[in-house]
C-alpha cells in the first residue's frame, strides 16, 4: 500500500497510482470488486505517522486538547454548528457522508443572511468565548458590563473579513412593551491609574423592552486592530441607557451579557481569509525509479491490445475510501464530523482508452506510444479529475470553537493522466 499526502494551495490529498486493497479500522477500502471489506489494525507507530500527517494537512501543529468538556453546550458552538451545518448543506450526499447535524441548537441562534455571506467569502471561522466570566459590576462603574475576547491564538496569515459580538436578549414583560433602550459597545483604548478608562464607541443599537433574540454588534474594525496590535486587546465595554438617557443596568432590559444559562452566554465570531499560500512538500514512498530502457520491444498489433482491454477487469475509476476521525481517537475535539468519504482513484489506463477513463489528450498520446514500444514511456496514471473540499468543526486548546474549510480532499472523478 503507498500513500502519497501532497499540500498546495488549497491543501490536497492525492493517492498514488500504486495499488490500495485494504481498510484499516481508520480507513476503510473498497475496491468494488469483492463484496466485503478486508480489515485490519493500525499499529501504534502507523497510527501515530498517520495522525501526524492528517494534522499536517489540517494546519495544525498537534492534536488539541480542549479544556472544557462542558463547552459544547455554550452558545458558541451551537452557533458554529448551524455554521457548519449550513457550510455542508450543499455537499454532495455518499455512502459516507461528511453532513451529520448531529447536534441541535437548544436556544433561537439563527445563521443569518450576512452570515452566510461572510461564510461564503471566509477560509475559517472561529468563536471566543468570553474571558470574564462573572457578571460582575465593574467597581468605578456599576453599569458597565465588560467583556475580553483572547485572539493570540488565530494563524498567521489570516486576516479578519468580519466580527459580531452576539449578545442575546431577553423579553423583559416586567416592562412597556414600548420602551426602549440604546446599547452601547465601546473599546477600552486606555487603562488609567484610577481604574477609569479612555473607551472609543464602536457599535450601538436601539431595542424595545419586548424584543428577544440575538443582538448583532459590528467589531470587524476592533478586531484587525488586535489582531495586528495585540497589546491593545483591552476587552470591550457594555453601557446601557433608557429612553431618558440614564444608564441602567444590563439585566434591567434582559441582556445576557455574563455567566448563566450556557446556551445565551455572549461571545465574539470572526471570520478570516487566508493571505497567504501554503504549501507542503511531497514525499515518496519509493524513492527515484530508475530510468526505462530504450531498448525496442516487439510491436503490437490491435487485436492484441482488445485482448489486453478484455484482460483488464478494472479500468481507472473512483474506489471507496473512508477516513474515521473517531477511530483515531479525536471525538473529544473534533465536533463534526466524524469522518469523511475521501475515496481513491485506481485502475488500468491501457490502450484504447475508453471514453469514461476521462483521458486526457496527453494521456491518449502516451498510452498509445506505451502500447507500440512500452519501454519508451510507462502507461498513464489513474489519478483524480475533480476534487471538491469539506468543512471540519473543533476545539482549539482554549475550547474556542474553529469551523474550516479545506479544499481539494475528497475525490469526485477520476481519470488517467
Known sequence: MALTWIRRKPPALILSCHSLSMSFSNFSVDNEVRSSFIHGRLRSQERRDMQREILSILGLPHRPRPAHVGSRLNAAPLFMLDLYNTASTDAPRTRYSSYDPHLEPQAPNPVTPQDNRFLDDADMVMSFLNLVDRDQELLYQKHRREFRFDLSRIPEGEAVTAAELRIFKDL???????????????????????GKVDLLLVDQREVWAAEEGWLIFDLTATSNLWLANPDHNLGLQLVLEDNHGFRRTPRLAGLFTGSGVQE???????????????????????????????????????????????????????????????????????????????????????????????????????TLVHFINPGTVPKPCCAPTQLHGISVLYFDDSSNVILKKYRNMVVRACGCH
Open 264 to 366: 445565551k452566554q455572549a461571545f465574539l465570531v470572526a471570520f478570516f481569509k487566508s493571505s497567504e499560500v501554503r504549501f507542503r512538500h511531497i514525499r515518496s514512498a519509493h524513492g527515484h525509479r530508475g530510468r526505462h530502457s530504450n531498448r525496442s520491444k516487439p510491436h503490437k498489433t490491435v487485436q492484441d491490445a482488445l485482448k489486453a482491454v478484455e484482460a483488464a477487469t478494472d479500468g481507472c475509476k473512483k474506489r471507496e475510501l473512508y477516513v474515521s476521525f473517531r477511530d483515531l481517537g479525536w471525538q473529544d475535539w473534533i465536533i463534526a464530523p466524524e469522518g469523511y468519504a475521501a475515496y481513491y482513484c485506481e485502475g488500468e489506463c491501457a490502450f484504447p482508452l475508453n471514453s469514461y477513463m476521462n483521458a486526457t489528450n496527453h494521456a491518449i498520446v502516451q
Open 172 to 194: 423583559v414583560q416586567e416592562r412597556h412593551e414600548n420602551e426602549t433602550f440604546r446599547i452601547n459597545i465601546y473599546q477600552v483604548l486606555q487603562e488609567l491609574a484610577d
